[in-house]
């Protein structure tokens, strides 16, 4: 017989986690988030533009959506500060799932992707 394990063994209900990378319903940082908010997380969504944030409050309409343009840290500063003013209390945890699709060099097959485009999300100020 199959048994269901308990989600929350980290200990996340009631916890704020903030999510870095909605796109869509078939974006890690959805997938995540649904088994954040299962587990009784409080989940906010900080995304790259307005319309990013509708399709959040469409995917998790109990949750907040923030929008940033990470490439730009004055608009991480903001958010960051957005955040802090709107939210109550700690937060316990961050998702970092953004994502970026170059096709400057055009579609290829992930094996063909060169190292400059690889490596682009952890060139951004994310991480100064």
Aim: aromatic residues 8%.
């Amino acid at each position: 017989m199959l048994t269901m394990v308990s989600m929350d063994f980290l200990k996340l209900d009631r916890k704020k986690i903030v999510i870095f990378g909605l796109a869509n319903k078939k974006s890690v940082a959805c997938g995540i988030g649904r088994v954040l908010v299962e587990a009784g997380a409080e989940v906010i969504h900080v995304v790259r533009s307005p319309e990013r944030a509708q399709t959040a409050k469409k995917l998790f309409p109990e949750s907040r959506a923030f929008v940033c343009d990470v490439e730009e840290e004055d608009n991480i500063i903001r958010v960051r500060d957005e955040i802090a003013a709107r939210i109550d209390g700690p937060i316990a945890g961050l998702v970092h799932s953004i994502a970026f699709a170059n096709y400057s060099e055009g579609l290829k097959p992930f094996h063909e992707t060169i190292k400059k485009i690889f490596c682009r999300p952890w060139i951004s100020p994310v991480f100064p």
